[in-house]
């Protein structure tokens, strides 16, 4: 298995241009999640997904959409970037059973926007 | 506003020594996990805990439903133990694996 795979790994934007983060995992995990994580701050949650064809707002959506189309691929567009969205996004897919739950995450992308 | 503290920040071992990180929450919690963030960034899932204690290897992880709190124990530590430790906690049962986390405890142990 690959687990959760991400790309890219870096990007560089300038303000106002889109893009889009992409995500996969070959687990087959219902939940997957999108995070980023800022300098002195714990990971915050952005959207996160519960199955194809829903996704659902976190703590700080704004900025930012996801879709669900396929159990396996869950990516994040930028509408329009501001340099307030230079972080580290992570992408993290949950398996989850009656007893327990853990968390798979991607590498990371480290996005910084000028 | 439902908070994740961890304590300490930052955290200076030497090799061999026990090592404990503390970790407090708010309101009632479902479950809590430990996480290792690896200097080049990389995450991974330690323990989830709901009660009690679980063990893994040199890990050992607590937590106190009434006291709001956990503990993150490493015995006989290593240098490749650096890394940046995170507690999350759920709040939501059922299929809401929603998590909040704490800001992180970047430990070094020197050889």
């Known amino acids: 298995n690959a687990g959760v795979t991400q790309t890219p790994k870096f990007q560089v934007l300038k303000t106002g241009q889109s893009m889009t983060l992409q995500c996969a995992q070959d687990?087959?995990?219902?939940?997957m999640s999108w995070y980023r994580q800022d300098p002195g701050m714990g990971l915050r949650l952005i959207h996160y997904?519960?199955?194809?064809?829903?996704?659902d707002q976190g703590e700080v959506p704004n900025g930012y959409n996801v879709s669900r189309s396929t159990t396996e691929d869950f990516p994040l567009r930028l509408l329009s970037a501001a340099p307030s969205q230079t972080s580290v996004y992570f992408c993290?897919?949950?398996?989850?059973?009656?007893?327990?739950?853990?968390?798979?995450f991607g590498p990371g992308t480290r996005l910084t926007v000028l | 506003k439902n908070e994740v503290e961890q304590s300490p920040q930052n955290l200076t071992a030497q090799e061999g020594e026990f090592i404990t990180i503390n970790c407090s929450y708010s309101?009632?919690?479902?479950?809590l996990h430990w996480l290792q963030q690896h200097p080049g960034g990389g995450i991974v899932s330690l323990f989830m805990?709901?009660?009690g204690k679980k063990k893994h290897g040199r890990l050992i992880a607590t937590i106190n439903i009434q006291e709001k709190h956990s503990s993150l124990h490493i015995t006989a530590s290593h240098p490749r133990d650096s890394a940046v430790y995170i507690c999350?906690?759920?709040?939501?049962?059922?299929?809401?694996?929603?998590?909040?986390f704490g800001k992180g405890t970047l430990l070094t142990v020197n050889p």
């Open positions: 993290a897919s949950t398996l989850t059973t009656p007893s327990t739950d853990t968390q798979y």
């Open positions: 687990m087959n995990h219902e939940y």
């Open positions: 997904s519960v199955g194809a064809g829903i996704t």
């Open positions: 309101v009632g919690i479902s479950a």
């Open positions: 805990l709901s009660s």
């Open positions: 999350a906690v759920r709040y939501g049962g059922g299929s809401n694996y929603k998590l909040t």
